[in-house]
């Protein structure tokens, strides 16, 4: 049975590092220009140089986006960071526009080359075609059933990839002209506004002020925002399909959210690869990546074309039940106190929730604080601030620690 990679998305440095330790096997992340993220905080290039080994030091992968559609004027100096690329050894670079890759060869840089979902790849003939240029990897459309991937990977020898968690996008493939049309930022260069997450009304022209039900209450209607793919129920079946890569979207997410997701991923993963025939879902991991910032989740088109049940017309707002606190830096055994750097304001009394890499979570209280200057304090409000406070248990650097949300 093939084991397939898992793999993560990192908007920073820092989030690569916990994507690698949380359980992937691969991250893929973008430099400063050429990609499609560019509200992320992503890589200058002497951070891609320490991710690379970072990544390559941990046994993982990084593969750099310059996905972005080009115009003319986007295309300067492109030659010479494509080779620096090369240089500093990242191991794949996930493309979208033909030119990117013509340059590629006439600059003789032989770097393995993936074809972004923006290429929108949905049948086996088109896939061939991009095969015969030289692409290794096919990064295959959100927009494909489970047969559909099947019949792909029946038809082609291919290194596939497909989305199994993370944000949908209303237009095919993500290769969208709203926000260009409405904001004049560009989504296919990288300045996407999120256009199909606002809220609209219907008003016909000749009648101004009346608004037609498309909506569910007077607030008006998201009618674009699709529900969050989770296809964390669907293991079997995505084992079934025979892709080689299973990708997380979120480059722009928290450092908690890709933590989370990829441990809950790494977990079902190895779980059903360990024994395929006793392989039994459990809720615990649903339960765990309902802790993370998201929208309701739907199975997007792996089973079925999404219908309105899939849509959420009220509201774009994500579900937040938990915030991120911190992470540990440091672990104190003498003292069974652990060093926190702070993310979130922490108080005296706090019950915490500490999870980390391979670690059954366990909920933790805190007597006590003690800031930077030595003194017991009975709350910690700065970011990045470094505290101690006593833990039940020995804890290691990364480990995150998480309160859950009261009640409104």
Not at 15 to 34: E, M, P, R, S, T
Not at 127 to 144: C, H, K, N, P
Not at 200 to 208: F, I
Request: with cysteine; net charge negative; aromatic share 10%.
């Amino acid at each position: 049975m093939k084991k397939p990679e898992l793999l993560a998305p990192a908007g920073n440095l820092e989030k690569l590092k916990f994507a690698i330790l949380y359980g992937a096997d691969a991250v893929y992340c973008g430099g400063h220009n050429y990609g499609l993220r560019e509200g992320a905080d992503n890589f200058s290039l002497e951070e891609l140089k320490e991710a690379v080994e970072f990544s390559h030091n941990n046994d993982s992968k990084i593969y750099v986006t310059v996905n972005m559609i080009p115009h003319n004027d986007d295309l300067i100096g492109i030659e010479e960071y494509l080779q620096q690329l090369e240089d500093i050894g990242v191991d794949a670079l996930i493309i979208s526009d033909p030119g990117i890759l013509r340059i590629l060869q006439l600059e003789g840089i032989e770097i393995p080359v993936h074809l972004s979902t923006q290429a929108n790849a949905v049948n086996w003939a088109s896939i061939s075609f991009w095969q015969e240029q030289g692409v290794e990897r096919i990064i295959l459309a959100r927009e494909l059933s489970k047969d559909e991937i099947m019949e792909i990977r029946d038809k082609s020898s291919i290194s596939l990839e497909m989305f199994i968690h993370g944000a949908m996008c209303i237009s095919y493939s993500g290769r969208c002209l709203l926000s260009n049309y409405m904001a004049n930022r560009d989504a296919n260069r990288g300045r996407c506004a999120h256009s199909c997450r606002w809220q609209y009304y219907l008003m016909e022209e000749q009648r101004p002020g009346e608004y037609y039900p498309i909506y569910e209450d007077e607030s008006g209607t998201h009618i674009m925002n699709s529900k969050d793919l989770c296809l964390i129920n669907e293991i079997p079946d995505i084992i079934e399909t025979g892709v080689d890569s299973l990708k997380i979207e979120g480059r722009m997410k928290s450092l908690h959210y890709v933590s989370t997701v990829t441990s809950v991923y790494r977990k079902a993963l190895d779980t059903y690869l360990l024994d395929p025939q006793n392989y039994v879902f459990k809720e615990e991991w649903l339960a765990e990546l309902r802790k993370v910032s998201h929208r309701d989740y739907t199975t997007g088109f792996f089973h079925r074309k999404p219908s309105a049940g899939d849509h959420n017309y009220q509201s774009s707002a994500y579900q937040r039940s938990y915030d991120f606190m911190g992470m540990v830096r440091q672990y104190l055994p003498e003292e069974s106190e652990a060093v926190i750097e702070v993310r979130h304001k922490f108080f005296k009394g706090d019950l915490v929730e500490i999870m980390g890499p391979g670690l059954k979570s366990f909920l933790n209280k805190i007597d006590y604080i003690i800031s930077e200057d030595g003194e017991m304090v009975n709350e910690a409000p700065h970011p990045k601030e470094l505290i101690r406070i006593p833990v039940s248990r020995p804890v290691k650097p990364y480990y995150i620690l998480r309160r859950e949300k009261a009640d409104e």
